[in-house]
């Protein structure tokens, strides 16, 4: 995942937005995700953007691509304790097209 | 709940011990994963396979053996592990290895090498 960066940490009030970012350095990106990865569980596919996408918004959640600066962001509005998890940003690269992750994204909600 | 499925759950062996792991889906996916995943760490890709076929191996020990019997379901055959092998195994499956189809993961294996 060296490819691939984020926070390892983010502490959000019950109720406020999260904001969680994430860098790429591979131009030749085409799909970017982002997973969830709850305690003991495996990685649930929250949403992904195509790299000519600006913007994509599913509910609560919001994706923000900025190509040129090789930044993707994934916010969340009015954040509750089930969102509580490691938040992974996945991009989709190469010939092979396999994902690289990025560290991921401790987020903590607290009441 | 995960379209993929996983077992067994949990899996304590010995050294000496043979085991595998198990996944099926039935989604008609044709490409299926193998990921190995250490604590607070991301996956880390062991195989793919393509239309049954192995199409990617990570250069990965040979303690470690996949195996696709069919389009739904593909094995990880395990032998002579080491203890620093104790990870979450997890498998994934998307509808083919185009990078617009998504993968979707199942909820691992947690394996313990006494």
């Known amino acids: 995942g060296e490819d691939v960066e984020q926070s390892l940490f983010l502490s959000v009030r019950e109720g406020d937005s999260s904001v969680i970012n994430c860098t790429y350095t591979?131009?030749?990106?085409?799909?970017l995700y982002w997973y969830k990865q709850e305690p003991g569980a495996g990685l649930q596919l929250l949403t992904y953007?195509?790299?000519?996408?600006d913007m994509k918004q599913d509910q609560r959640l919001t994706v923000l691509l900025n190509k040129k600066d090789k930044h993707l962001s994934l916010r969340i509005a009015d954040t509750q304790t089930g969102d509580s998890a490691i938040y992974f940003c996945?991009?989709?690269?190469?010939?092979?097209?396999?994902?690289?992750f990025g560290s991921g994204t401790q987020l903590t909600v607290l009441p | 709940d995960t379209e993929v499925t996983q077992t067994p759950k949990h899996l304590v062996m010995g050294m000496t011990n043979k085991k595998s792991l198990k996944c099926e889906q039935h989604m008609g996916h044709r490409a299926m994963y193998w990921y190995k995943q250490k604590a607070k760490k991301p996956p880390e890709l062991m195989f793919v396979y393509s239309y049954e076929k192995l199409s990617i191996n990570e250069s990965v020990p040979s303690r470690f053996s996949p195996e696709c019997p069919n389009s739904s379901l593909l094995n990880l055959h395990l032998h002579a592990l080491q203890p620093e092998d104790s990870a979450l195994y997890l498998c994934?499956?998307?509808?083919?290895?185009?990078?617009?189809?998504?993968?979707?993961f199942g909820d691992g294996t947690r394996l313990s090498i006494l």
């Open positions: 996945a991009e989709s690269k190469g010939s092979a097209r396999q994902l690289t």
């Open positions: 953007i195509f790299s000519n996408m």
């Open positions: 591979d131009s030749s990106s085409t799909y």
């Open positions: 994934a499956s998307s509808q083919s290895r185009q990078g617009n189809q998504p993968q979707h």
